[in-house]
Structure formats: structure tokens, C-alpha cells
């Protein structure tokens, strides 16, 4: 891990870059040219990956050079966008090698220039999405710097919630998110602040500043179904295992994997990957994703039970079972947790409490369940709430053990640890995403719902503040 200080030493740039010709990431240092802002390579790489620019730009590099091979495949695309950046006026001049941190000999920066431009000659609307996208990110203060983290003080009873902070979340791997069907998973908040995002429709997940600019975008992960930043700064992320998994057979699931990354301020580098099942199951789907204090992952899945035969022209008697399954921090298999046919919900709520008990909120109950299956205790926390009671769909629990919860097209709810109600909040919202950051609560919000239970407004990401009354 490696940091470069400026600005007066109030904000660092985390850069990312290729050190091989897989997909190995590491850390290089950005810095400045003359007078032209540090760009951060956290930033092209969201960039290169949103637009699938390595595959693009190596098949250039193989009918323009020589020896395409010899810069590894993300390097000569970073060069390759650089290159692109200095054609415009804010940026000519910059030294190349010295934002990509590395030398380049006479051959290496002969192949750049030859490669930038027969791909700017031949892909000229990419050259112009690519300089449209560094020319809005061409403000002072680029990196922004993740949230201030609030400490926790649990000493006192939760009275209510601050709207601190509120953003615009309108793309994610810079693909708009302009339709009410669009969907977004919050994945949490890294220890240095930072957001992590990630959507199904875009095919990415992303790490967002404090003001939600996209820093970078995770390599590989396709298809993204759940994502959760763990206790440590790893993000975890169940997701397709390959890119040919999600193009060529619309007609199956995916395969699905759980990928884990590196913290965000060591690179978020792809580290490594464990199967979800063990054979491919149409019928079996995961819904959220948790990870303990010791590192154990937790998965809410859900799959369909045949209950007798298929009659000739009718769909098979089937009924849905939800269940748990644990994998310890290696991705080895340590056991499943069978949920009770009630909590049978389309869609449920997962968290882990400090105690690293398995919390699942589906229903209008919340269950609390030790690592090894017991089911320690149940609440209905939706007792004495104002609000309609629907399905519980999103659940967090605060380091004091407090359930902050959502239902289907509902607003936040917060009850203490016995499962009491105490108060609403976000209320005209719809909550579609909870994460406790210290003592904070983030959200992924919509704003307004109508009686029949349609959905208005465009995703945003906010940031409550816990106050309390001292014991």
C-alpha cells in the first residue's frame, strides 16, 4: 500500500494499475505534470474497464506494431487513454510515464503513440466518449476522499436520525440508471470511506468518492448479485464467473461465483474466487450476502422444492425454501441453516450482528441464528411501527446490536436489540439498501411511492447520522 500525499497533505489518490498480462492489479504512484492535475489512475481504469478498452485497444495493438506484447494489455491501455486525454487542451503535455509511474523505454513509447493513434483513427466516437468522460472529471478536489467516519457511541439509547448527506446515484460503471426497473445493490462502505456500489443491469460494481464520483470499477465482476464490504476492507461480491458466462446462453443462469477484492486502499485487486453451489442449479439463486467478524461468508439463498409430479400442461408443484450457507474465510463449505417455510418472502433481508450471530429479517419477523444453526431468538419488529407492514427486504444492525430495517416499497425503520419498535425514518422513501458505517446509516433510496405501490425517482445514496440520549 502506498500513498501519494499533495494538496497539502488532505487527500490521497489510490492508483491502480497492471503489473502482468492477466489480471494480477497493483498499486503505482500518480504525479503531477507541470501544472496539470494529478489524474488519478483509479479513475482511467473505471474508464478502460466500463468501455471493455483492453480487449479493444490489444486488437489494435496486434494489426499496428510489431511485438504487441510489449507493454502487459492494462498498461498499454492506460497509455493509450492518456495519450487521448493529452489531445486536449487542459492536459497537453503531460508526462505519460510519469502518471503511469513506470519507465518506458524508446520501443514502449514508439508502441503507445503508434497504437493511440490507429485506435483514435479508427474509433472515433470511443475517443470522444473517452475525453467526454475525463472532461467531467476535470474538477479540483478529483479524488474527493471517502466519507468522515463517525465513531460509534454506544453508550446511549438511538432517538433518532440526521439526514447529514444526500447524492444523485444515475450511473454505475458509467452506464446511465434511468429507468424506475434499474436496480442497485449498496455493498456497504470501505474503512477509509469510500462506497460500494454495484448493479445487475450495468454489469459492474463500482467504488464511489464521498460525492459519488466513480473511482473505479472491480475487474470481473459480471453480472453482480450481491456485494458486501467486509469488517477488514474486503469486498466481497457473488457475481458470474466468467464474461462468457453472461453472453452466450441467455436461455441459463449464470454460474455463479463469490469474488473477493483487496480493500480499496490496497487496490481493490481481485484476489480469488469460491463456487456458490455445486453443480448448476436454474432453480437456486442467492439473494444477499453478509461477512463475520472472523471472516466466514454468509449467503441467503433461495431454491425451488418439487412437491409432487408434473402434470401433463402444468408447471411443477413447487414451493420456495430459503436457507443459509456458510463458507469460512478460505471459501470452504462449513455448513447450511434451513430457514422455516414462513420465511419463504420473494425477497428477505441479511446482516450479522457484533456477536457475528446470522441475522435474516424476512416477513415481518427478524431471526437470529448462531453460526453453527440454532435460532436463538425472533422478533416482529414491525410491532407498533406506523407504517404498513410488507415484507422485510433490507436489515442492518448497529455495533450495539440496534435493527435498522426496510419492507417492500417502504420507508427505514429502526428497532432496539429486543426487536421494539422505536421510529421511522426516510419516510416518502422507498429503502432499497442498508449499511451501518460507525455511527451512521447509509442508504440506497428512491423518492415516493404511490398507493398501488409504483416506484418514482431516481436512486440516491444518503447518510443519517445516529443520535442518541445518554443512559
Known amino acids: 500500500m502506498r500513498y501519494l500525499r499533495f494538496m497539502s497533505g488532505m487527500f490521497f489518490i489510490l492508483v491502480l494499475a497492471n503489473a502482468s498480462f492477466g489480471n494480477e492489479l497493483s498499486f503505482r504512484r500518480v504525479k503531477e505534470a507541470g501544472n496539470t492535475p494529478a489524474l488519478s489512475i483509479l479513475l482511467i481504469n473505471g474508464i478502460i474497464y466500463r468501455d471493455g478498452l483492453v480487449d479493444a485497444i490489444r486488437a489494435v495493438a496486434a494489426e499496428t506494431i510489431e511485438n504487441p506484447n510489449i507493454l502487459a494489455p492494462l498498461v498499454l491501455a492506460q497509455g493509450v487513454v492518456l495519450e487521448i486525454m493529452r489531445n486536449l487542451p487542459q492536459y497537453e503535455g503531460i508526462d505519460i510515464p510519469g502518471l503511469l509511474g513506470v519507465e518506458l523505454?524508446?520501443?514502449?513509447?514508439?508502441?503507445?503513440?503508434?497504437?493511440?493513434?490507429?485506435?483514435?483513427?479508427?474509433?472515433?466516437?470511443?475517443?470522444?466518449?473517452?475525453?467526454?468522460?475525463?472532461?467531467?472529471?476535470?474538477?479540483?478536489?478529483?479524488?474527493?476522499?471517502?466519507?468522515?467516519?463517525?465513531?460509534?457511541?454506544?453508550?446511549?439509547?438511538?432517538?433518532?436520525?440526521?439526514?447529514?448527506?444526500?447524492?444523485?446515484?444515475?450511473?454505475?460503471?458509467?452506464?446511465?440508471?434511468?429507468?424506475?426497473?434499474?436496480?442497485?445493490?449498496?455493498?456497504?462502505?470501505?474503512?477509509?470511506?469510500?462506497?460500494?456500489?454495484?448493479?445487475?443491469?450495468?454489469?459492474?460494481?463500482?467504488?464511489?468518492?464521498?460525492?459519488?464520483?466513480?473511482?473505479?470499477?472491480?475487474?470481473?465482476?459480471?453480472?453482480?448479485?450481491?456485494?458486501?464490504?467486509?469488517?477488514?476492507?474486503?469486498?466481497?461480491?457473488?457475481?458470474?464467473?466468467?464474461?462468457?458466462?453472461?453472453?452466450?446462453?441467455?436461455?441459463?443462469?449464470?454460474?455463479?461465483?463469490?469474488?473477493?477484492?483487496?480493500?480499496?486502499?490496497?487496490?481493490?485487486?481481485?484476489?480469488?474466487?469460491?463456487?456458490?453451489?455445486?453443480?448448476?442449479?436454474?432453480?437456486?439463486?442467492?439473494?444477499?450476502?453478509?461477512?463475520?467478524?472472523?471472516?466466514?461468508?454468509?449467503?441467503?439463498?433461495?431454491?425451488?422444492?418439487?412437491?409432487?409430479?408434473?402434470?401433463?400442461?402444468?408447471?411443477?408443484?413447487?414451493?420456495?425454501?430459503?436457507?443459509?450457507?456458510?463458507?469460512?474465510?478460505?471459501?470452504?463449505?462449513?455448513?447450511?441453516?434451513?430457514?422455516?417455510?414462513?420465511?419463504?418472502?420473494?425477497?428477505?433481508?441479511l446482516a450479522v450482528t457484533p456477536a457475528s450471530e446470522i441475522a435474516v429479517g424476512c416477513g415481518n419477523r427478524v431471526m437470529i441464528f448462531s453460526r453453527d444453526g440454532r435460532l436463538l431468538r425472533k422478533t416482529e419488529p414491525y410491532k407498533g411501527a406506523t407504517s404498513k407492514i410488507n415484507e422485510i427486504q433490507e436489515i442492518a444492525i448497529t455495533s450495539d446490536g440496534y435493527i435498522i430495517y426496510s419492507g417492500y416499497n417502504s420507508s427505514g425503520e429502526v428497532a432496539n436489540p429486543r426487536g421494539l419498535h422505536l421510529f421511522s425514518f426516510s419516510k416518502g422513501n422507498v429503502i432499497e439498501g442498508l449499511a451501518v458505517f460507525g455511527d451512521a446509516i447509509i442508504t440506497l433510496e428512491r423518492g415516493g411511492t404511490s398507493e398501488q405501490g409504483d416506484v418514482f425517482g431516481l436512486l440516491k445514496i444518503a447518510l443519517y447520522k445516529i443520535s442518541r440520549t445518554k443512559l
Open 105 to 349: 523505454n524508446a520501443d514502449e513509447k514508439n508502441a503507445i503513440a503508434e497504437v493511440s493513434g490507429a485506435f483514435m483513427k479508427e474509433n472515433p466516437d470511443a475517443v470522444k466518449k473517452i475525453q467526454g468522460s475525463l472532461l467531467r472529471t476535470e474538477t479540483p478536489g478529483i479524488t474527493g476522499g471517502g466519507l468522515s467516519y463517525i465513531p460509534s457511541s454506544p453508550e446511549g439509547k438511538i432517538t433518532g436520525l440526521t439526514l447529514v448527506d444526500k447524492i444523485g446515484l444515475d450511473r454505475i460503471g458509467g452506464k446511465p440508471l434511468v429507468s424506475q426497473s434499474n436496480t442497485a445493490i449498496l455493498g456497504g462502505v470501505t474503512p477509509e470511506g469510500y462506497l460500494v456500489v454495484g448493479s445487475w443491469d450495468a454489469n459492474a460494481v463500482a467504488i464511489l468518492d464521498k460525492e459519488g464520483r466513480e473511482l473505479a470499477c472491480l475487474a470481473e465482476a459480471y453480472r453482480p448479485v450481491a456485494v458486501r464490504v467486509a469488517p477488514d476492507g474486503r469486498i466481497f461480491v457473488v457475481c458470474a464467473d466468467n464474461k462468457r458466462d453472461i453472453e452466450h446462453d441467455h436461455s441459463k443462469p449464470p454460474h455463479y461465483v463469490v469474488k473477493t477484492y483487496s480493500p480499496a486502499s490496497q487496490g481493490a485487486e481481485l484476489t480469488g474466487m469460491f463456487p456458490v453451489f455445486k453443480y448448476d442449479d436454474r432453480r437456486q439463486a442467492v439473494r444477499k450476502i453478509a461477512v463475520c467478524e472472523n471472516g466466514d461468508v454468509v449467503l441467503l439463498l433461495e431454491h425451488y422444492v418439487t412437491l409432487g409430479p408434473t402434470t401433463r400442461g402444468f408447471p411443477p408443484n413447487e414451493r420456495k425454501a430459503m436457507y443459509v450457507r456458510i463458507f469460512d474465510k478460505e471459501g470452504r463449505f462449513l455448513r447450511d441453516i434451513a430457514l422455516p417455510e414462513e420465511m419463504s418472502s420473494w425477497d428477505a433481508g
